[in-house]
């Protein structure tokens, strides 16, 4: 079996930082892009940041120049450094991963971590 565990949530202030971890486990020959999305309450899941196997980055334009994303291969591990927060990245955050398994290729979700900005 393969998980994506997300840690690092919680409650931070408007400006504050927090960093998300998620760590792929299981039988994984290897992973390409990996990713974090956010879902908040009423709207829909949307891109907030994603990287290449190449270190190759992609992120929302509404995060740009506040959050990093990167990435440890030996870990099969992702991260999301996020500053300058705003009450408005509150959301679930969730990461997904393009990994090959035994199985073939495919995309693999973790259950998401919480993410609360106070105003």
């Known amino acids: 079996q393969v998980h994506m565990v997300e840690s690092g949530g919680g409650l931070v202030q408007a400006g504050g930082s927090l960093r998300l971890s998620c760590a792929a486990s299981?039988?994984?020959?290897?992973?390409?892009?990996m990713g974090w999305y956010r879902q908040a309450p009423g709207k829909q899941r949307e891109l907030v940041a994603a990287?290449?196997?190449?270190?190759?980055?992609n992120y929302a334009d509404s995060v740009k120049g506040r959050f990093t994303i990167s990435r440890d291969n030996p870990k099969n591990t992702v991260y999301l450094q996020m500053n300058s927060l705003k009450p408005e990245d509150t959301a679930v955050y969730y990461c997904k991963g393009g990994l090959r398994v035994s199985g073939g290729l495919g995309d693999y979700w973790g259950r998401g971590t919480q993410v609360t900005v106070s105003s």
């Open positions: 990287i290449a196997s190449d270190g190759t980055t």
């Open positions: 299981g039988s994984i020959f290897s992973i390409n892009v």
